[in-house]
């Protein structure tokens, strides 16, 4: 089974930054597209940012501000974040994904709020 591990979440002022790391304990980045989303209280999870291996895709809320990478030889996704404002406020998931479809179990997420 393939656990998911993201980090980097924490408590940041608008218009700050953050860079959220997702690792694998099994080989998949290399292989596969890789995504990651978020949940809002009260929210559906919704997809923030894609990578295949030749593009990439963001939601239009976060476009401009948010850049998702991966290392293959460290296993390891990347989303960084800036400009951040408090709609960016949730919890941040990673997912393997075949077109907008995540393939794996759920990891634990990393929260992100963004307040003054």
């Known amino acids: 089974q393939v656990q998911l591990v993201e980090a980097g979440g924490g408590l940041v002022q608008p218009g700050g930054s953050l860079r959220l790391s997702c690792a694998a304990s099994?080989?998949?980045?290399?292989?596969?597209?890789m995504a990651w989303y978020r949940q809002a209280p009260g929210k559906q999870r919704e997809l923030v940012a894609a990578?295949?291996?030749?593009?990439?895709n963001y939601a239009d809320s976060v476009k401009g501000r948010f850049t998702i990478s991966r290392d293959n030889a460290k296993n390891t996704l990347y989303l960084q974040m800036n400009s951040l404002n408090p709609e960016d406020t949730a919890v941040y998931y990673c997912?393997?994904?075949?077109?907008?479809?995540?393939?794996?179990?759920w990891g634990q997420g990393t929260q992100v709020t963004v307040s003054s």
């Open positions: 099994r080989s998949i980045f290399s292989i596969n597209a």
């Open positions: 990578i295949s291996w030749g593009s990439t």
């Open positions: 997912n393997a994904i075949l077109g907008t479809r995540p393939l794996l179990t």
